[in-house]
């Protein structure tokens, strides 16, 4: 059997996110019926991690093993002219025996844009989550700055991210390599929130972003994010920003 990673893009919009639903469109099961229509054989594909409905991905991977000969570029190829264009596929590479999209990332990173300015232009509506200035980015920058390195994120947890009963693993704990925000040229101009980690959990990315806009909005303030996240709270944290503005960026390996 060989083992291939395909590097994926998608617009997530119209599709109830990556997991497999019954009688909902996604982009596993998009994906999956693609390949095997190409195979003649039923494939089961592993993804870097599962994406809510409406979040977009630039790099995100899948793994899947086949004993069909196809080329890589092959796969590439005849999945982009099967799958809808809001789907696709920008490379496949052949791995070794073992890998696995999942288990053996050792990171990800994920960028959230916000669409700031009095009126929204049409064109970001589906991308990125429209704030109205005045947002005070200094603060914000600085709450970024105190998410590096490893910390325990119950505060930023959704629900079902983890079984609670289990006692082992790291927890909530997940380690920040990096957390930035940029502001993108145009008018009005755009701001980026980039978060790369050893991992993240369920709607971590979200709820980080929606509590930084209460400290932006100064509706909270830089010592009371650090209380937050401290006191490992998810209701004392902002609301969950919506999924729209929310893309993977990359799976590091």
Not at 129 to 153: K, M, N
Request: hydrophobic share 40%; proline share 4%; charged share 25%.
């Amino acid at each position: 059997m060989r083992n291939l990673l395909l590097l994926l893009a998608f617009d997530g919009t119209e599709f109830a996110g990556w997991q497999r639903q019954k009688g909902q469109p996604t982009i596993q099961g998009e994906i999956e019926a693609r390949l095997a229509r190409m195979t003649g054989s039923a494939i089961t594909l592993h993804g870097a991690g599962r994406t809510d409905a409406g979040v977009h991905a630039l790099g995100m991977t899948a793994s899947f093993e086949t004993a069909a000969t196809i080329p890589c570029e092959g796969f590439r190829k005849s999945l982009n002219s099967l799958l809808p264009g809001a789907i696709r596929v920008l490379a496949v590479e052949e791995k070794e025996p073992g890998f696995h999209a999942r288990f053996s990332a050792r990171g990800k990173c994920y960028l959230y844009h916000l669409s700031t300015g009095e009126v929204e232009l049409p064109n970001r509506r589906l991308y990125s989550c429209h704030v109205r200035l005045p947002l005070s980015l200094s603060p914000i920058r600085q709450c970024l700055a105190l998410l590096v390195g490893e910390h325990d994120f119950s505060a930023f947890e959704g629900v079902g991210s983890r079984d609670l009963n289990y006692l082992g693993g790291r927890g909530a704990v997940r380690t920040i390599f990096r957390a930035e925000l940029t502001v993108g040229e145009g008018d009005p101009p755009g701001v980026t929130i980039e978060l790369a980690g050893d991992g993240f959990l369920r709607h971590m990315v979200r709820n980080i972003v929606g509590t930084l806009l209460e400290v932006g909005r100064e509706r909270m303030r830089v010592d009371d994010f650090v209380a937050v996240l401290a006191g490992r709270d998810r209701s004392a944290a902002g609301a969950t920003a919506p999924a729209r503005g929310l893309f993977l960026k990359e799976v590091y390996y």
